[in-house]
């Protein structure tokens, strides 16, 4: 079936510091993936998607790339703001035929001034 | 553009007492929704989604259920809350079944049972 793996967390970098959150996924076919970012007593915001293989996704200095070989699909910031402290999901929609979206465990991002 | 609301934004319950969350979204028609929970520090975990009027798919067998009465409300139900419901409720929708399709999140409920 499908599934999600994320790195475990917490992540804590300095300011200005690179970030990469691994995700890697199994499913059938090539799903749409997508990373969503929830702050502090928030709901789930979309942060960036990627709907076909080799596609990179971005937004707000964080990117993601759909890489059907190794079936990852890693977000990275060249330089991560205190601001960005959030915990990070990568997710992908059920290909088994039902309504569902498969969510990894989330990643908690602190970044530290 | 499309709106998704939740309330109560928070509640504090007694052990065995009833809830009502409700979720409505604003701007699409024939949504699909899903209620999630969220344990304290934890993942993601689906509790129901609908496609439709009427129709609801349970994922974990609970002493919660939920409804869809109109087409763009959902409603997260339970006749006696347990101390393990506390936590933090989340309702999406999504537009349609197809691959490339988003979740849109609400604000959620902070959900205390005392």
């Known amino acids: 079936g499908d599934s999600v793996t994320q790195m475990e967390g917490p992540v804590t970098l300095s300011e200005e510091a690179f970030l990469t959150i691994n995700c890697t996924y199994t499913?059938?076919?090539?799903?749409?993936l997508f990373w969503y970012v929830q702050y502090p007593g928030e709901g789930l915001q979309l942060l960036l998607k990627?709907?076909?293989?080799?596609d990179k996704g971005s937004n707000k200095g964080f990117e993601a790339t759909y890489r059907k070989e190794t079936t990852s699909f890693h977000l990275e910031k060249g330089s991560v703001q205190v601001s960005d402290s959030a915990v990070y999901f990568c997710?992908?929609?059920?290909?088994?035929?039902?309504?569902?979206?498969?969510f990894g465990t989330g990643t908690r991002l602190k970044v530290l001034a | 553009s499309q709106t998704i609301h939740q309330w109560p934004a928070t509640l504090v319950q007694p052990v065995g007492s009833p809830l009502s969350l409700e979720c409505t979204v604003e701007?699409?028609?024939?949504?699909?929704l899903y209620w999630y929970r969220q344990a304290a520090g934890r993942g993601l975990q689906l509790l129901f989604y609908?496609?439709?009027?009427?129709?609801i798919s349970s994922e974990v067998p609970q002493n919660l259920s939920a409804s869809r009465p109109q087409d763009r409300q959902f409603i997260l139900s339970s006749k006696k809350l347990l101390l393990s419901d506390s936590g933090f409720y989340l309702c999406?929708?999504?537009?349609?079944?197809?691959?490339?399709?988003?979740?849109?999140f609400g604000p959620g409920t902070r959900l205390t049972v005392l």
């Open positions: 701007g699409t028609s024939n949504p699909n």
């Open positions: 999406a929708w999504s537009v349609d079944s197809l691959s490339t399709d988003t979740q849109y």
């Open positions: 609908s496609v439709g009027i009427g129709q």
């Open positions: 499913a059938t076919g090539y799903p749409s």
């Open positions: 997710a992908l929609p059920s290909t088994s035929g039902t309504y569902k979206y498969i």
């Open positions: 990627a709907t076909k293989a080799d």
